[in-house]
Structure formats: structure tokens, C-alpha cells
């Protein structure tokens, strides 16, 4: 895996099965993740056409999944460990208390280990139980905005995918209580909170 910022995005390339709650999102294997930065006003009449738009602009023809942010990659929070990567822009300012301005709070996950279906999607689970434990602890009365979402992936080609090897075996549980779900806890929550306190929020 490999990643870069590209004319106000994220990109991730690499090669992995991959789940995501955003625009265009679903399960697929995709080669490039990414993280869109948009104005503030951002208000197309088509969001997902977009969304494939910029993938073809920023040269990602082959498979992927992405987001968008008003968030300033300038803000972006990149939280790694032994086998979990976590990519993190965090505003708040469009809680989902049915408030009218910007914000997302966008979570991508990458797991150098293979992960079985259930850990795949049981991580999104848990990543947004520690994105709103995050926005608690900070004092806020909501648990995200209504344009969150969270990518999972896993990369299909390191050691730690390959059912032969005996020291990364597959991942089968991302619950909160597993060592991978606290691992995916504990990056959610120091990327949310480093992302607002960077933004003054």
C-alpha cells in the first residue's frame, strides 16, 4: 500500500477487498481509495456521477471506492499500528442534530491481515461506536453528521492475507472487546479528536 495527497485528495493504491458505506460504495476489490476535498458549498446534482468524475481526473480508472470532505487534507490524521493503518478528516460543524452547515467525518481502514466477511464489516460497527465515543468525550451531544462514512479494507496481497501463513492468520472478529476492534478504537478516537482540535472544534 501506498498513499499520497493529489490536487486536495487522498489517494490509497494498492490491492484490496474492500467494503464502503460512501457514495458508489458496496464490497468490491478495488485498486485506489480516496478522500475528495470539496468547497463548502459544495451541492452537485449528481453526487455519485462526481464522485466517478474525480476518479477519472485524478487518473484512477480501475476500481475504487471514494468520499468527499470539506475537511482540508491539511487536517488529515493518518493513525498506524503493526497491521492497522487508519485515515481520519474530522469537522463537525454539520452535526446530525439536523443542522445546515458542512461537515464529515470520513474513516478509512486498512488491515495489513486478511479479514474474514464478519471482521470486514463488524469494523465498520466499531469504528462508528468510537467515532461518537470520540465526539462524547469531547463534549458534544451527537454522534456524527449525516454525511459520515467509513471505508474497511484489507490488503490482498501482503503476508498477512496469505491463509498459509501461520502469524498473521485471518482476522475473524472486529467487535470492540477483540484486539483488533480495540486497535481500530483506539486510532478512531485519537484521529477524530487531533482532527477537530486541529480545526478549533
Known amino acids: 500500500m501506498q498513499y499520497y495527497v493529489k490536487d486536495s485528495t487522498l489517494v ?3 490491492d484490496f477487498e474492500a467494503v464502503s458505506t460512501g ?46 470532505t470539506a475537511v ?11 497491521y492497522l493503518t487508519a485515515f481520519i478528516t474530522a469537522g463537525v460543524s454539520n452535526g446530525s442534530e ?11 481502514l486498512i488491515s495489513k491481515a486478511r479479514l474474514s466477511e464478519t471482521a470486514l464489516f463488524g469494523a465498520i460497527i466499531t469504528a462508528t461506536e468510537a467515532k461518537g465515543l470520540a465526539l462524547l468525550e469531547k463534549g458534544y451531544t451527537f454522534l456524527g453528521t449525516n454525511t459520515d462514512a467509513v471505508i474497511v479494507a484489507y490488503e490482498t496481497g501482503s503476508s498477512g ?4 501463513n501461520q502469524e498473521n492468520k485471518e482476522i475473524p472478529y472486529a467487535g470492540s472487546s477483540t484486539e483488533f476492534g480495540k486497535q481500530i478504537t483506539e486510532a478512531v478516537m485519537r484521529g477524530v479528536k487531533v482532527g477537530l482540535e486541529l480545526r478549533g472544534e
Open 98 to 108: 439536523f443542522r445546515a452547515k458542512v461537515g464529515t467525518i470520513n474513516i478509512i
Open 72 to 82: 482540508k487534507m491539511e487536517y488529515l490524521q493518518v493513525v498506524e499500528d503493526d
Open 161 to 164: 492475507s496469505d491463509p498459509g
Open 23 to 68: 457514495l458508489n460504495g458496496g464490497r468490491a476489490r478495488v485498486n485506489y481509495l480516496f478522500n475528495k476535498q470539496v468547497p463548502r458549498t459544495f451541492n452537485p446534482p449528481d453526487p455519485r456521477e462526481f464522485v466517478k468524475e474525480e476518479a477519472l481526473k485524478l487518473g484512477l480508472e480501475t476500481a475504487n471506492f471514494g468520499l468527499l
Open 12 to 14: 490509497i493504491e494498492g
